[in-house]
Nanobody
Framework: VQLQASGGGLVQPGGSLRLSCAAS????????IGWFRQAPGKEREWVSF????????YYSDVVKDRFAIHRDNVKNTVYLQMNSLKPEDTADYYC????????????????????WGQGTLVTVSS
Protein backbone atom coordinates (compact mmCIF):
# COMPACT_ATOMS: atom_id res chain seq x y z
CA VAL A 1 0.00 0.00 0.00
CA GLN A 2 1.27 3.44 -0.88
CA LEU A 3 -0.09 6.92 -0.41
CA GLN A 4 1.77 9.57 -2.37
CA ALA A 5 1.16 13.14 -1.27
CA SER A 6 2.23 15.94 -3.59
CA GLY A 7 1.51 19.52 -4.54
CA GLY A 8 3.21 21.39 -1.75
CA GLY A 9 5.38 24.41 -2.34
CA LEU A 10 6.00 28.05 -1.57
CA VAL A 11 3.06 30.41 -1.94
CA GLN A 12 2.38 33.98 -0.91
CA PRO A 13 -0.27 34.80 1.68
CA GLY A 14 -3.66 34.81 0.06
CA GLY A 15 -2.56 32.34 -2.58
CA SER A 16 -3.77 28.83 -3.37
CA LEU A 17 -2.36 25.34 -3.67
CA ARG A 18 -3.89 21.99 -4.47
CA LEU A 19 -2.51 18.95 -2.72
CA SER A 20 -2.99 15.46 -4.12
CA CYS A 21 -2.94 12.12 -2.38
CA ALA A 22 -2.62 9.22 -4.83
CA ALA A 23 -3.27 5.76 -3.44
CA SER A 24 -2.18 2.38 -4.72
CA UNK A 25 -2.29 -1.18 -3.46
CA UNK A 26 -5.61 -0.88 -1.64
CA UNK A 27 -9.30 -0.91 -2.43
CA UNK A 28 -9.50 2.85 -2.48
CA UNK A 29 -13.28 3.01 -2.69
CA UNK A 30 -13.77 1.67 0.83
CA UNK A 31 -11.18 3.80 2.58
CA UNK A 32 -11.87 7.11 4.20
CA ILE A 33 -9.17 9.73 3.72
CA GLY A 34 -7.96 12.36 6.12
CA TRP A 35 -5.46 15.18 5.85
CA PHE A 36 -3.30 16.19 8.77
CA ARG A 37 -0.56 18.75 9.11
CA GLN A 38 2.37 19.36 11.38
CA ALA A 39 4.12 22.68 11.73
CA PRO A 40 7.66 22.95 13.12
CA GLY A 41 7.63 22.60 16.87
CA LYS A 42 3.94 21.79 16.99
CA GLU A 43 1.86 18.68 17.30
CA ARG A 44 0.20 17.09 14.31
CA GLU A 45 -3.32 18.37 13.80
CA TRP A 46 -6.25 17.13 11.80
CA VAL A 47 -7.25 19.32 8.84
CA SER A 48 -9.92 17.65 6.74
CA PHE A 49 -11.71 14.37 6.03
CA UNK A 50 -13.76 12.77 3.31
CA UNK A 51 -15.93 9.71 3.80
CA UNK A 52 -15.73 6.66 1.56
CA UNK A 53 -19.41 5.82 2.02
CA UNK A 54 -21.27 9.02 1.26
CA UNK A 55 -18.59 11.53 0.36
CA UNK A 56 -19.32 13.66 3.41
CA UNK A 57 -16.60 16.17 4.17
CA TYR A 58 -15.43 17.75 7.39
CA TYR A 59 -12.97 20.51 8.15
CA SER A 60 -11.21 21.85 11.18
CA ASP A 61 -12.39 25.27 12.27
CA VAL A 62 -9.14 26.92 11.23
CA VAL A 63 -9.43 25.86 7.59
CA LYS A 64 -13.18 25.73 7.14
CA ASP A 65 -14.40 27.96 4.29
CA ARG A 66 -10.87 28.10 2.84
CA PHE A 67 -10.04 24.46 2.11
CA ALA A 68 -12.03 21.93 0.08
CA ILE A 69 -11.49 18.19 -0.06
CA HIS A 70 -12.56 16.05 -3.00
CA ARG A 71 -12.03 12.43 -3.98
CA ASP A 72 -11.83 10.82 -7.39
CA ASN A 73 -12.39 7.09 -6.98
CA VAL A 74 -11.51 6.45 -10.63
CA LYS A 75 -8.06 7.96 -10.19
CA ASN A 76 -7.69 6.70 -6.59
CA THR A 77 -6.81 10.22 -5.59
CA VAL A 78 -7.96 12.71 -3.01
CA TYR A 79 -7.39 16.42 -3.49
CA LEU A 80 -7.16 19.21 -0.95
CA GLN A 81 -7.75 22.61 -2.50
CA MET A 82 -6.32 25.27 -0.24
CA ASN A 83 -7.34 28.89 -0.82
CA SER A 84 -6.67 32.13 1.02
CA LEU A 85 -3.56 30.64 2.53
CA LYS A 86 -2.09 32.20 5.63
CA PRO A 87 1.41 32.01 7.10
CA GLU A 88 -0.01 29.87 9.91
CA ASP A 89 -0.94 27.23 7.32
CA THR A 90 2.76 26.52 6.86
CA ALA A 91 3.35 22.86 7.69
CA ASP A 92 4.06 19.42 6.38
CA TYR A 93 0.77 18.01 5.12
CA TYR A 94 0.04 14.29 5.35
CA CYS A 95 -2.75 12.19 3.92
CA UNK A 96 -3.94 9.05 5.62
CA UNK A 97 -6.33 6.22 4.77
CA UNK A 98 -8.44 4.24 7.16
CA UNK A 99 -11.50 2.02 7.17
CA UNK A 100 -14.76 3.86 7.56
CA UNK A 101 -16.10 3.96 11.10
CA UNK A 102 -19.34 5.06 12.68
CA UNK A 103 -19.56 8.53 14.11
CA UNK A 104 -18.58 12.08 13.36
CA UNK A 105 -15.40 12.53 15.37
CA UNK A 106 -13.24 9.43 14.95
CA UNK A 107 -11.56 10.78 11.83
CA UNK A 108 -9.89 13.57 13.81
CA UNK A 109 -7.66 11.03 15.56
CA UNK A 110 -4.48 10.00 13.77
CA UNK A 111 -4.50 6.61 15.46
CA UNK A 112 -7.66 5.66 13.55
CA UNK A 113 -5.85 5.63 10.23
CA UNK A 114 -4.16 2.55 8.84
CA UNK A 115 -1.93 3.98 6.12
CA TRP A 116 0.00 7.22 5.84
CA GLY A 117 1.70 9.05 3.04
CA GLN A 118 4.90 11.00 3.30
CA GLY A 119 4.52 14.71 3.96
CA THR A 120 4.39 17.45 1.40
CA LEU A 121 5.65 20.80 2.62
CA VAL A 122 3.51 23.88 2.28
CA THR A 123 5.19 27.20 3.00
CA VAL A 124 3.14 30.38 3.05
CA SER A 125 5.38 33.39 3.06
CA SER A 126 5.93 36.69 1.32
Amino acid sequence: VQLQASGGGLVQPGGSLRLSCAASGLNFDIYAIGWFRQAPGKEREWVSFISSEDGKTYYSDVVKDRFAIHRDNVKNTVYLQMNSLKPEDTADYYCAAGPERFGSTWFKEAIEYQYWGQGTLVTVSS
